[in-house]
C-alpha cells in the first residue's frame, strides 16, 4: 500500500494547478514563533490573544508596541526555510499557480515566489488609524515609526498625530483580497495547507471552497478541523516532508 507520502508525490505529479494555504507554521523553522502550536505565542498566555485586537489596540496601543518590538525585528530578519523553498520550487516547475498566506513575514515573497497573496498584509507599511495617512517602507516617517517601536514607544502620524499601526489585519478588521483568494482556491486542482491550525475565519473556510474533484492536502503537526475532508495527511514537520519528497 502506498504511503501518505507516496500518495502526495503522485497527486504533485499529477496536478497542475496547485494552490497552497500557508499559516504561521511554515516560518516556525526560520525562528518565528507560531500562534496556537505547543510553543505557540498564545499557548499559556491569555493577554497576547489582544495583541492583535484593534479594538484594545486603539486603547491601549501602548501594549502592542511593548510587546511587537521583538517580534518585529525577529520577522525583519527571518529567513526563508525548506518549507518556503519547497513551494518556490513547485512555482518553478510551473505547478503551484498562487501561494495564499495569513502571514505578515514576506518569507514567501522573500523566497522568491511571484504571486502571494497576504490575507493579513505585511510588515512595509505603518497606516494612521485616524486619517489612515500610510507610511511606506524605507521613508524617513517608516525609520522614526520603527525608532519608536524600538524605544517600545507608540509612533504618531505626523499629519494628524493619530496611532500608527503596522499595515496589518487585526482582529476586528477586514482580511485583504479576500474575494480573489477564493477565486484561486476555486481554480486549484490540489490545494496545499501548509503549517495552519485553520481555525481562524475567513482563511480559514478557504478549504471548503475547492472544485468537487480537487485534492485538499493537509501538512500541519497537529490536526485541523479539516483532516476528514483532505485525500493526504501528514502530521509532520514541513521541512521534513521537503525532505522527503526530494524535489528540492
Ligand atoms: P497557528 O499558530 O494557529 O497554527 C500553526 C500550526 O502550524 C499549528 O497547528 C502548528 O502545530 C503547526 N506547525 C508549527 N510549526 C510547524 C512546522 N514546522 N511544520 C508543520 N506544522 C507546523 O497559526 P495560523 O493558522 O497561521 O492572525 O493562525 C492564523 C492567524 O491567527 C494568524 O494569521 C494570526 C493569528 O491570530 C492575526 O493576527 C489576525
Do not use: W
Not at 501594549?63 to 518556503?84: Q, R, V
Not at 516617517?141 to 504618531?156: E, F, L
Not at 475547492?210 to 490536526?223: M, S
Amino acid at each position: 500500500m502506498n504511503s501518505e507520502l507516496d500518495i502526495l508525490m503522485e497527486l504533485i505529479v499529477k496536478s497542475s494547478h496547485i494552490v497552497a494555504l500557508t499559516g504561521a507554521g511554515i516560518s516556525t523553522n526560520s525562528g518565528i514563533p507560531d500562534f496556537r502550536g505547543p510553543n505557540g505565542l498564545y499557548r499559556g498566555n491569555n493577554e497576547f490573544e489582544k495583541l492583535f485586537s484593534i479594538e484594545y489596540f486603539r486603547e491601549h496601543p501602548n501594549f502592542f508596541y511593548s510587546n511587537f518590538n521583538e517580534m518585529f525585528h525577529k520577522i525583519k530578519n527571518a529567513n526563508p526555510n525548506k518549507g518556503h523553498m519547497f513551494l518556490k520550487k513547485l512555482e518553478d516547475m510551473g505547478k503551484l499557480k498562487v501561494i495564499i498566506t495569513q502571514n505578515i513575514d514576506g518569507l514567501h515573497k522573500k523566497a522568491g515566489n511571484t504571486n502571494v497573496i497576504e490575507l493579513h498584509g505585511n510588515l512595509e507599511k505603518f497606516i494612521c488609524i485616524s486619517c489612515y495617512h500610510l507610511i511606506e517602507n524605507d521613508t524617513e516617517q517608516y525609520k522614526k515609526a520603527i525608532d519608536k517601536m524600538s524605544n517600545k514607544d507608540v509612533p504618531h502620524c505626523e499629519k494628524c498625530n493619530g496611532i500608527l499601526k503596522p499595515d496589518v489585519v487585526f482582529f476586528g478588521e477586514y482580511v485583504h483580497d479576500l474575494e480573489k483568494a477564493l477565486t484561486e482556491v476555486q481554480k486549484a486542482d490540489l490545494l496545499l495547507t501548509i503549517g495552519t491550525s485553520l481555525v481562524v475565519y475567513p482563511a480559514s473556510t478557504l478549504p471548503s471552497y475547492i472544485d468537487e474533484k480537487a485534492k485538499l492536502v493537509i501538512i500541519n503537526r497537529e490536526p485541523t478541523p479539516y483532516d476528514e475532508k483532505a485525500k493526504v495527511v501528514l502530521y509532520e514537520d514541513i521541512d521534513v516532508i521537503a525532505d522527503k519528497l526530494k524535489i528540492l
